[in-house]
T-cell receptor, first 118, second 110 residues
C-alpha cells in the first residue's frame, strides 16, 4: 500500500525556519518525482515545489523561490522541505504528493499544518 | 488569482449530471495532460482523473474528463450527496516550469 506521511509542522514566528519531512512507503521511492503542495486555511491548492527521482531537477513556485529548499534521501525514502524566512502567508497545510506524470499527484499524504504567527 | 480558471461553485440535484470547466492557456492545458481532484472537507485531495480522461483504479465511471484546446471539463453523472466536495483541476505549465491548479469549484448536491 502506497503511503506518504508528513511531519514537522508547527507554530513558528515570522522570519523563522522549519523543516518538513515526508516519509514514503509501498513503492520504489527513487522512481518518482515528488511534489509539495500547500493549502492556506479556507483557500485552494497551491503548488510549492517538485523534485525529480534522482534530484536532478528541482522546481519552485515564485512565491517560495530563494526561501524554500526541496531535497530527498532515497536511501531513507524521505522528502524534505527546508523553509526559511517564513512569512504569515506561508501559513497552510503542506501536503507531499507522488507525481505520476505531468504534475498529477496520484497519492497524497495527510498533510502537516504550518502556522506562521508572532 | 489562479492560473487555471474554474467556476467558484456549481449545484445540481441528486441523480442529475453536472460539469465543471477549467480554462487555461497554450502554456498549460493546451500542451499538457490535465488532472482532476476531489477534496472532501478536512481531507487530502484525491485524484479523480489523470491524463485528461483516465480514471485511477477505484474511481467510478460516473466521473469523466475531457479536454479541448485550452479548456478541460470534469463531468459527474448520477450525483450523490457524498459527491459534495471541492474539485480542482491541475496540470503542468511550461512557461512557469511548475504545476498549476484551478481555484477550485465547490459542488453542492441539493
Amino acid at each position: 500500500e502506497v503511503q506518504l506521511v508528513e511531519s514537522g509542522g508547527g507554530l513558528v514566528k515570522p522570519g523563522g525556519s522549519l523543516r518538513l519531512s515526508c516519509v514514503a512507503s509501498g513503492f520504489t521511492f527513487s522512481h518518482y518525482t515528488i511534489n509539495w503542495v500547500r493549502q492556506a486555511p479556507g483557500k485552494g491548492l497551491e503548488w510549492v515545489s517538485s523534485i525529480t527521482g534522482a534530484s536532478t531537477y528541482k522546481y519552485y513556485a515564485d512565491s517560495v523561490k530563494g526561501r524554500f529548499t526541496i531535497s530527498r534521501d532515497n536511501a531513507k525514502n524521505s522528502l524534505y522541505l527546508q523553509m526559511n524566512s517564513l512569512r504569515a502567508d506561508d501559513t497552510a497545510v503542506y501536503y507531499c504528493a507522488r507525481d505520476q506524470g505531468w504534475g498529477s499527484g496520484d497519492y497524497w499524504g495527510q498533510g502537516t499544518l504550518v502556522t506562521v504567527s508572532s | 488569482q489562479s492560473v487555471l480558471t474554474q467556476p467558484p461553485s456549481v449545484s445540481a440535484a441528486p441523480g442529475q449530471k453536472v460539469t465543471i470547466s477549467c480554462s487555461g492557456s497554450s502554456s498549460n492545458i493546451a500542451d499538457n495532460y490535465v488532472s482532476w481532484y476531489q477534496q472532501l472537507p478536512g481531507t487530502a485531495p484525491k485524484l479523480l482523473i489523470f491524463d485528461n480522461n483516465k480514471r485511477p483504479s477505484g474511481i467510478p465511471d460516473r466521473f469523466s474528463g475531457s479536454k479541448s484546446g485550452t479548456s478541460a471539463t470534469l463531468g459527474i453523472t448520477g450525483l450523490q450527496t457524498g459527491d459534495e466536495a471541492d474539485y480542482y483541476c491541475g496540470t503542468w505549465d511550461n512557461s512557469l516550469s511548475g504545476v498549476v491548479f484551478g481555484g477550485g469549484t465547490k459542488l453542492s448536491v441539493l
